[in-house]
C-alpha cells in the first residue's frame, strides 16, 4: 500500500521511489525516498514507504525504527504496525509478530490483513478455535477475499470440522480459481469429509469447464495422488505441466509424486528441468540431488549438494543427503561427520538422526553399543501420537493377519530374501497383507506377493498416522517392517503402534531398530549369538536355522571351473557396495594381493560407472603397493550378467563391518565360497549367518589376521576350491538357505510365538 505526496520536488521523487516500490524494485526505490526525506519530505507516508523499501531490501532495523516512529506520530493510523508486524513475521518473529497484528485489530477490528494473518500465526501454535473465530469474522467482513475462505477451511480442518472446511476451500476456488493451493486443500480435506468421490467428480467437471486452468488438474492430480492411484495422479500433473509450462511449481507436485513411485527415470528429468527453471532453488537441488542417488548416481549427486553447500547456508536437509551421497562412495568417515553436523544444526529433526542410522553402520570400528545408542536417539526424536487402544482379539491360536510392511517387495535383497519365506506360511493360519509404497506391478517379485496377499494396500500416500490407522482398520494383528530407516522405509509410522506386534525383518536390518514400539527382532544364532542381547531393544526371535531364505534366480548360468585353472592364478572379488569398502578393507585386501603373488582382485559395483570414483579407488590400492593391473574394477550390468561374472572369481572376500547379504548367497550359489569378518553389529555377520547355515562355517573368521591367514591359505589349495565349487550349488540347494518351506514353517513358529506372547501379556 503506498500512500500520495504532495507535488513538488522532493514530492516527485516520493513519488518515484513509491514506482519503484510498486514493481518490486526495492533496492532501486531507496535513493529517491531517501533523498525525499532530506529535502524535508517529513510526511509519515514517505516515512512509511521508506521504511517498507529498507524493510524489503533487508536493512530492517532501521526499516522498523521508521515503522515505530510513524506509529507513535500517529497512533490512531494502522499501517505502520501493520508493516512491522509483516517485517516480524517475514523473519520468522512469530510472537512479535503476533502482538503487532493484535495491536492492528485495535486500532481497525475490520483490517483483513491482520485477521487473516494472525488467524495463520494461531494455527502454526495450534490454536484453531480462536483462529477459526478469527477467520470466520474476516470472511463477514470481506466475503470476497478468498484467501480469507482458504484459512478459514485451514482452521476448520485443524478443528476436525472437515465438511465446513471443504466448503470453505470451494468458495475459495470460486473466487480465485487460479490459485493451485486452493484446490490441493480442498482435495486433502474432501478425504477426512468422506467426499473423496464426490471431489474427483467435481474436479473432473471443474476440469473440462476450464481447460485452460492449470490449477485444476494440479488438485485432481494431488485428490488421485492421496486415494493412491498414482498412475492417474501423474496424468492429471503431466497435464498441469502443459498448460503451464514454465511454472516450477505444476512440475514441484510432479516430481513428488513420481519420486514416491518406481519411475525414478522420470523423476528425475523433471528435477533436471526445474533446476533449469530455477537454478538457485535449494530445494529442488536437493530433490534432485536424492533421486539422483536412488539412481545409483551418487557421485554425481554429491556434486551437486558439494555445489548447493558453497552458494547457501547449510540446511538438515542437504547435510542429509550429503551424508548418504558421501557414505556411498566410500567416504564412511567423513559421512558419519556431515550426519553429526546435520544432527547440530537441528537435533529434534528425524532425517538427520535416520541419516547418521544409516551411515554409522558403514563405519570402521563401529559398536554395538554405539550403534543402539544412535537407533535409541532416532527413535527419541520421532513424532508419536495418541490413537484409539488397539481392538484385536486375544486369543493365541486364532488365524492371525500378518502385514508386509515396506517399499521395496520387488526385484529387491528384500524380495530374493523374504519372498520364499512368506509364500510358505500356513494359509490357513496367516492372512498375509501387503502395506507397500512404490508398487511396481510388472516386477516378478511384486507378482509373487501379490498372489499369497489376501489385500494389498498401496501407502504411499498416507501420513504415519494415516498409515498407522489404515493397518489398525485392516485389523492387522502382527505387522513386519521390511525398511528400516531406509530409502522410502516406514518404520517410523510404528512408533504409532500399526499392530499389536511389530518384529523388524530384512530391509536396511543393520542392527536394532532401537525403536521403542518394536517388540520383536527376527533373528538366528549366527547373526545373535547369546550374550548379545544388550545390544538390542528388541527381544530376540531366532529361527533355528538362518534368518532368511534365498530365493536363487531361476536365469542364473551354469556354475563355471575355477578360473584360476585357467588363469593360473588366483583371482579375489567382491561385487558389495562402495559403501562397505573402508580404508581397513583396502589395506586388508592389499596385505591378501602381497601375500599371493600374481593373483588378481576384482571389485565389481554401480559406483564403478563413475570414473572419477574408479580413479579414486585405484590411487588407494596404489597406496598400499597394488599395481593397477592387479586390480579390476567393473561397474553395473544386468542380474543374469551380474550372476556369470562370478565365472571369473575365485574367493569372495567379504568388505567389513558391512558384510555381503545377497551378494554372499548369489556368490555361493554360483559356486564361489565368501571369506567372513563378523563383528559386534548385525550388519556385520550377514555372511557368517549364510555361510554357517549353507554348511560353510569354516569359511568364518574370527579376526583380520585370520581372515587374511585364510585367504592365503584357500588360494594355495586350487584342486579343494575346485572340488567345493563343483559341488557348491547343490550344496546350498538342499540346505535350509533355500529350503523354503522349512523356513515358512520356522518363521510361523515365530510369528505365533511372538503373537502368544502378546497374549499372555494382557
Known amino acids: 500500500m503506498t500512500v500520495d505526496v504532495r507535488p513538488d520536488r522532493g514530492a516527485q521523487l516520493a513519488a518515484d521511489g513509491v514506482a519503484c516500490l510498486a514493481e518490486g524494485r526495492f533496492e532501486e526505490a531507496l535513493t529517491p525516498l531517501r533523498l525525499a526525506l532530506s529535502l524535508g519530505d517529513a510526511q509519515p507516508a514517505t516515512m512509511l514507504n521508506l521504511a517498507i523499501a529498507e524493510d524489503r531490501a533487508g536493512v530492517r532495523d532501521h526499516a522498523r525504527r521508521l515503522m515505530q516512529a510513524v506509529a507513535v506520530r500517529l497512533p490512531d493510523w494502522d499501517e505502520p504496525v501493520l508493516r512491522l508486524a509483516e517485517s516480524f ?63 478459514f477451511g485451514l482452521a476448520c480442518k ?90 516450477p511449481g505444476p512440475l514441484m507436485l510432479l516430481a513428488a509424486v513420481l519420486a514416491r513411485t518406481s519411475r525414478t527415470q522420470q ?117 508419536r501420537t495418541r490413537l484409539p487402544p488397539l481392538a484385536n482379539r486375544m486369543d493365541s491360536e486364532r488365524p492371525l493377519s500378518v502385514g508386509l510392511l515396506s517399499g521395496t517387495l520387488r526385484a529387491h535383497p528384500v524380495g530374493w530374501l523374504t519372498v520364499a519365506g512368506i509364500e510358505n506360511l500356513d494359509p ?32 504411499d500416500g498416507l501420513s504415519d498416522v494415516a498409515l498407522a490407522e489404515a493397518a489398525r482398520a485392516r485389523g492387522i494383528d502382527i505387522v513386519i517392517d521390511l525398511g528400516g530407516y531406509g530409502d522410502a522405509a516406514r518404520m517410523t509410522a510404528c512408533a504409532n503402534r500399526l499392530a499389536p506386534v511389530q518384529i523388524k525383518w530384512v530391509g536396511m536390518q543393520s542392527h536394532s531398530s532401537g525403536l521403542a514400539e518394536m517388540d520383536w527382532f527376527l533373528t538366528d544364532r549366527w547373526e545373535t549369538p547369546e550374550g548379545f542381547e544388550r545390544f538390542y531393544s528388541e527381544k530376540l526371535l531366532r529361527l ?34 562402495l559403501a562397505k569398502i573402508t580404508p581397513r578393507v583396502i589395506e586388508t585386501w592389499a596385505e591378501i594381493l602381497r601375500q599371493v603373488p600374481e593373483s588378481r582382485l576384482v571389485l565389481k559395483t554401480h559406483q ?8 579414486t579407488v585405484h590411487a588407494a590400492f596404489a597406496t598400499e603397493g597394488v599395481p593397477a593391473h592387479r586390480l579390476e574394477l567393473r561397474g553395473p ?48 555377520r550377514h555372511s557368517a549367518s549364510h555361510l554357517s547355515n549353507a554348511g560353510l562355517a569354516d569359511w568364518v573368521t ?16 586350487i584342486p579343494a576350491l575346485a572340488e567345493l565349487r563343483a559341488g557348491l550349488r547343490e550344496r546350498v540347494r538342499r540346505s535350509p538357505l533355500c529350503d523354503a518351506p522349512r523356513f515358512g514353517k520356522h518363521l510361523g513358529m515365530a510369528l505365533r510365538h511372538g503373537w502368544r506372547a502378546w497374549c499372555a501379556e494382557r
Open 702 to 717: 574370527g579376526s583380520v589376521g585370520t581372515y587374511i591367514g585364510m585367504a592365503v591359505a584357500r588360494a594355495a589349495d
Open 267 to 383: 523423476a528425475e528429468a523433471v528435477l533436471r528441468r526445474l533446476s533449469a527453471l530455477d537454478p538457485g532453488n535449494v530445494a529442488v537441488q536437493n530433490d534432485h540431488a536424492a533421486i539422483l542417488m536412488r539412481l545409483h548416481r551418487h557421485p554425481e549427486a554429491r556434486a551437486l549438494l558439494l555445489d548447493v553447500l558453497d552458494c547457501s547456508e547449510p540446511t538438515v536437509v542437504s547435510l542429509s543427503n550429503l551424508a548418504n551421497a558421501t557414505a556411498c562412495v566410500g567416504l564412511q568417515e567423513e559421512a558419519v561427520a556431515v550426519a553429526r553436523r546435520a544432527i547440530s544444526l537441528d537435533p529434534a529433526a528425524v532425517l538427520p538422526r535416520r541419516v547418521m542410522c544409516n551411515a554409522l553402520p558403514y563405519r570402521d570400528g563401529v559398536t554395538g553399543a554405539e550403534l543402539l545408542a544412535a537407533m535409541g536417539e532416532c527413535s527419541a526424536v520421532l513424532p
Open 89 to 151: 513475521r517475514a523473519t520468522g518473529d512469530h510472537a512479535a509478530a503476533e502482538e503487532a497484528y493484535r495491536q492492528v485489530l485495535e486500532l481497525n477490528p475490520a483490517r483483513t490483513e491482520a485477521l487473516i494473518a494472525l488467524g495463520g500465526l494461531l494455527l502454526m501454535r495450534r490454536q484453531p478455535e480462536e483462529a477459526r473465530d478469527l477467520l470466520l469474522r474476516c470472511c463477514g467482513i470481506a466475503p470476497d477475499n478468498a484467501e480469507a475462505w482458504n484459512t
Open 428 to 459: 490357513e493360519q496367516f492372512n498375509v497383507v501387503c502395506l507397500s509404497q512404490r508398487s511396481a506391478p510388472d516386477d516378478p517379485f511384486t507378482r509373487r506377493f501379490r498372489a499369497v496377499a489376501q489385500d494389498w494396500v498401496d501407502v
Open 608 to 615: 564403478f560407472s563413475d570414473a572419477a570414483t574408479a580413479s
Open 158 to 247: 485443524a478443528m476436525a470440522d472437515a465438511r465446513t472446511a471443504l466448503t470453505a476451500f470451494i468458495r475459495a476456488q470460486t473466487l480465485r480459481p487460479s490459485v493451485a493451493a486452493y484446490w490441493v486443500n480442498g482435495a486433502d480435506v474432501s478425504l477426512l469429509a468422506g467426499e473423496a468421490d464426490a471431489e474427483l467428480a467435481r474436479l473432473s467437471v471443474a476440469c473440462a469447464q476450464h481447460p485452460l486452468n492449470p490449477a485444476v488438474p494440479i488438485g485432481l492430480g494431488m485428490l488421485f495422488d492421496r486415494l493412491g492411484r498414482q498412475a492417474e495422479a501423474i496424468d492429471a500433473l503431466e497435464a498441469a505441466t502443459e498448460l503451464a509450462p514454465g511454472a
Open 544 to 577: 533355528p536355522d538362518g534368518y532368511v531364505c534365498y530365493s536363487p534366480p531361476p536365469y542364473a548360468p551354469d556354475v563355471a571351473p575355477p578360473p584360476a585353472l585357467a588363469n593360473g592364478y588366483v583371482t579375489f572379488g567382491c561385487f558389495n557396495n
Open 637 to 684: 550390468s544386468g542380474h543374469r550378467a551380474f550372476m556369470a561374472e562370478y565365472g571369473d572369481i575365485d574367493i569372495v572376500l567379504d568388505p567389513f563391518p558391512y558384510s555381503g547379504g545377497l551378494t554372499t548367497c548369489e556368490a555361493l550359489w554360483m559356486g564361489v565360497p565368501t571369506i567372513a569378518l563378523p563383528g559386534e553389529i548385525f550388519a556385520s
